[in-house]
Protein backbone atom coordinates (compact mmCIF):
# COMPACT_ATOMS: atom_id res chain seq x y z
CA UNK A 1 0.00 0.00 0.00
CA UNK A 2 1.69 3.51 -0.85
CA UNK A 3 1.37 6.21 1.52
CA UNK A 4 -0.63 9.25 0.86
CA UNK A 5 0.67 12.31 -0.16
CA UNK A 6 -0.73 13.77 2.95
CA UNK A 7 2.08 11.64 4.74
CA UNK A 8 4.89 12.47 2.91
CA UNK A 9 3.58 16.21 3.72
CA UNK A 10 3.61 14.96 7.19
CA UNK A 11 7.38 13.59 6.95
CA UNK A 12 8.27 17.34 4.99
CA UNK A 13 6.75 19.21 8.12
CA UNK A 14 8.67 16.84 10.59
CA UNK A 15 12.22 17.65 9.03
CA UNK A 16 11.15 20.89 8.87
CA UNK A 17 10.57 21.11 12.40
CA UNK A 18 13.02 19.09 13.57
CA UNK A 19 15.40 21.51 11.47
CA UNK A 20 14.93 24.45 13.53
CA UNK A 21 17.94 26.55 15.01
CA UNK A 22 18.19 29.02 17.67
CA UNK A 23 18.89 31.60 15.02
CA UNK A 24 15.83 33.13 13.01
CA UNK A 25 15.69 31.34 9.28
CA UNK A 26 15.13 33.37 6.48
CA UNK A 27 11.80 32.98 4.30
CA UNK A 28 11.46 34.14 0.29
CA UNK A 29 7.99 34.42 -1.38
CA UNK A 30 7.74 32.09 -3.98
CA UNK A 31 8.60 35.51 -6.56
CA UNK A 32 11.82 36.09 -4.83
CA UNK A 33 12.25 31.79 -5.42
CA UNK A 34 11.50 31.80 -8.31
CA UNK A 35 13.99 34.98 -9.43
CA UNK A 36 16.79 33.62 -7.31
CA UNK A 37 16.65 29.97 -8.66
CA UNK A 38 15.91 30.55 -12.52
CA UNK A 39 18.67 33.26 -11.92
CA UNK A 40 21.28 30.55 -10.73
CA UNK A 41 21.60 32.23 -7.02
CA UNK A 42 19.49 29.63 -4.50
CA UNK A 43 19.30 30.68 -1.45
CA UNK A 44 21.98 29.24 0.78
CA UNK A 45 21.07 26.63 3.16
CA UNK A 46 21.92 25.70 6.54
CA UNK A 47 22.01 21.75 7.89
CA UNK A 48 20.38 19.45 6.12
CA UNK A 49 17.96 17.01 8.03
CA UNK A 50 17.10 13.61 6.61
CA UNK A 51 14.75 11.33 6.71
CA UNK A 52 13.42 8.05 4.53
CA UNK A 53 11.17 5.58 4.31
CA UNK A 54 10.33 2.31 2.89
CA UNK A 55 8.70 2.51 -0.62
CA UNK A 56 8.09 0.75 -3.58
CA UNK A 57 9.60 2.38 -6.28
CA UNK A 58 6.59 2.98 -8.96
CA UNK A 59 4.55 4.15 -5.55
CA UNK A 60 7.74 6.47 -4.71
CA UNK A 61 7.39 7.76 -8.33
CA UNK A 62 3.73 8.75 -8.15
CA UNK A 63 4.20 10.30 -4.40
CA UNK A 64 7.06 12.56 -5.68
CA UNK A 65 4.93 13.38 -8.97
CA UNK A 66 2.09 14.38 -6.89
CA UNK A 67 4.32 16.19 -4.65
CA UNK A 68 6.28 18.45 -7.66
CA UNK A 69 2.42 18.91 -8.98
CA UNK A 70 0.99 20.64 -5.96
CA UNK A 71 3.58 22.73 -5.41
CA UNK A 72 4.81 23.71 -8.97
CA UNK A 73 2.33 26.40 -9.29
CA UNK A 74 3.76 28.38 -6.27
CA UNK A 75 7.21 27.10 -6.08
CA UNK A 76 10.17 26.65 -8.11
CA UNK A 77 11.23 22.81 -8.64
CA UNK A 78 14.03 21.42 -10.56
CA UNK A 79 14.88 17.84 -11.56
CA UNK A 80 17.99 16.84 -10.17
CA UNK A 81 18.18 13.25 -11.93
CA UNK A 82 15.50 10.68 -13.62
CA UNK A 83 16.94 7.33 -14.67
CA UNK A 84 15.01 4.00 -14.50
CA UNK A 85 16.42 3.41 -11.06
CA UNK A 86 16.29 6.62 -9.14
CA UNK A 87 14.43 9.97 -9.47
CA UNK A 88 15.60 13.14 -7.80
CA UNK A 89 13.73 16.26 -7.24
CA UNK A 90 14.79 19.56 -5.75
CA UNK A 91 12.07 22.06 -4.35
CA UNK A 92 12.15 25.42 -2.87
CA UNK A 93 9.36 26.76 -0.32
CA UNK A 94 9.23 30.00 1.90
CA UNK A 95 11.27 28.84 4.51
CA UNK A 96 13.73 25.82 3.38
CA UNK A 97 14.90 24.03 0.21
CA UNK A 98 14.07 19.77 -0.13
CA UNK A 99 15.58 17.26 -2.13
CA UNK A 100 13.04 14.04 -2.34
CA UNK A 101 14.63 10.85 -3.95
CA UNK A 102 12.96 7.60 -4.90
CA UNK A 103 15.56 4.86 -4.92
CA UNK A 104 14.43 1.87 -6.73
CA UNK A 105 17.01 -0.61 -5.25
CA UNK A 106 16.65 0.71 -1.80
CA UNK A 107 13.17 0.92 -2.41
CA UNK A 108 12.54 3.98 -0.28
CA UNK A 109 12.00 7.47 -0.54
CA UNK A 110 14.53 10.04 1.07
CA UNK A 111 13.84 13.44 1.85
CA UNK A 112 16.19 16.03 2.73
CA UNK A 113 15.09 19.36 4.03
CA UNK A 114 17.77 22.81 4.80
CA UNK A 115 15.99 25.55 6.23
CA UNK A 116 17.78 28.62 4.73
CA UNK A 117 20.45 30.70 6.23
Given at each position: MRPS??????VLALLLLASG???AERT???????????GGNPPKQGKPMTKSQ???YA?????LADLVA???????TRTIASTNVMRMEKIW???????VTC?????KMVITASKYL
Open positions: LFAVFGAAHYTPAQLRTMVSPMDDCIVQSVRPNYPTNDAAMTSAPDR
